[in-house]
Structure formats: structure tokens, C-alpha cells
């Protein structure tokens, strides 16, 4: 029997409500022990008793509306985040693509972030410089790669980021709403490299809102709802009925085409 190398059981996850002030600030200082009390107490709840595997070489996504969970979900995974209840299982080195470019710092240069960000990620200093030259092409950033951080644009970290995690032989790679990096012309080479990974033995968990993407790049599909696991199967199987109960039509060949139009364009 396969062995998963990612495993949730019975996971719940919630945050206090510490910026939630009821009755205005004057009420809540005169009653300063009971509104305290009430703010420890009171909490958003994130996820509620969610259970999934998903397994070495696998494509997994996650759907579902905004605040239903998904982004949560990845969090756990990456190890940022650390659940209320029930237990998380992760065996494979983690290369997340979750905001691209926060955790670069300002004040180095980006060749130095990509070594920083590297070696972060559990690789030795060798493995990086290996690599650097196809970071650093692919992002398109080669004249202001010996720049600050901080002299760059929202897109060029996004750009350098996405460039770090994609070509640092990722085991597990979590990829949140990502593919819209960039300009036109570069979304397409990201999602080119996501059809690379799809055929390497490369384990990917997918958070989208893209039903194109889920279906075209996922073995399997899982849809969180209300902050519990609504469905999991089929990439097909749940589309059409997330999109059914969500009154929108849906055309499999449509959405499947998305995807194939996006990376034969950039084969001619």
C-alpha cells in the first residue's frame, strides 16, 4: 500500500478573535474583565475536522469559495501554521509558493535572497549556485539581479520568487493562486512549468479558484465548504458539481481547452 506523504486526521484549526471589540471601545473598557474574558473565549474557526492523504508523486487540488479554508490548509501543510486538534503528516521537503516574495529580505540583493530562500529550503549552498543561472534567466531579471530587494516592484518579486521555488527540485511544491504572476507572456511560462512538474514525480498540492487549472494539472481534487471537506475525488466529478451548486455552467471540454491554449501558445 502506497504510503502518503502528506496525511490530515481529523484536523481543526481556529483563530481568536482578539480585533473584534462589540459594543464600542467605551463599553469595553468599562467592563474590562467580562469583555476580555469574552475576547479569549471567541474564535473564527478556520477548519473543522478535516481528514485527506495525498501521496508521493501526486496532483492534488483544493478548491472552494473565499474563507472556506484553502489557504489554511496550505499553511498547515508548510509547517507555519500549527492545528487546534487532530494530527498533521508531512515527509518530503517543502517548497512553498504561497505569497511569492515574502520572505525575501529587503535589504539584500536578489542573488542573495536566491541563496538565502535556497538554503532555507534545506539546500546546501553547492545545489543553489547550480541552479542560479536558470533562476535568474528564467525570471527575466538579469539586470537588476544585483540590486536590493527593496528597489523592486510587487511583480519582479513575484517573478523571482516563483523563479526560486520552481528550479529548487521541489519534493512537495504548494502552490496558492500563483499562476497569474507576472505579464501575459510570463503566466505562460509558469504554467509550462507546472505542466513540467505534472509529468516529473514531483508532489503538488494546487489552491484555486481556477477550475481550468485543477482540471488539467490535478490527479485528484479536494472541495473544502464551510471550512470542513465537502467532496473528494475525480478533478471532473467535483468540478461539476462545485459549479452546478455554485450556478454556473459547466463544460469540461471548455475548461480543459484553457489550459492546452495557454501552453501551445507558447510553443509557436
Known sequence: MQEPVISFQQVSKSYPLYYHVRGGFKRFLLNFSKSMKSLREERFEALRDISFEVYKGEKF????????????TLGL??????????IVKVRGRISPLLALGAGFQRELTGRENIFMNGILMGLTRREVKHKLDQIIEFSELEEFI???????????????????????DPEILLIDEVLGVGDIRFQKKCVNKMMEFKESGTTIVLVTHSIASVIKLCDRCMWIEN?????IGKPLEVAEIYCKEAGVDFDPTA????????????MV
Open 61 to 72: 487540488g483544493i478548491i472552494g469559495r473565499n474563507g472556506a479554508g484553502k489557504s489554511t
Open 227 to 231: 471550512h470542513t471537506v465537502r467532496m
Open 255 to 266: 475548461y480543459e481547452n484553457t489550459i492546452s491554449q495557454q501552453v501551445e501558445s507558447t
Open 146 to 168: 544585483d540590486l536590493p530587494i527593496l528597489t523592486y516592484s510587487s511583480g519582479m518579486m513575484a517573478r523571482l520568487g516563483f523563479s526560486v521555488v520552481a528550479h529548487l
Open 77 to 86: 501543510i508548510a509547517g507555519v501554521l500549527k492545528p487546534n486538534q487532530g
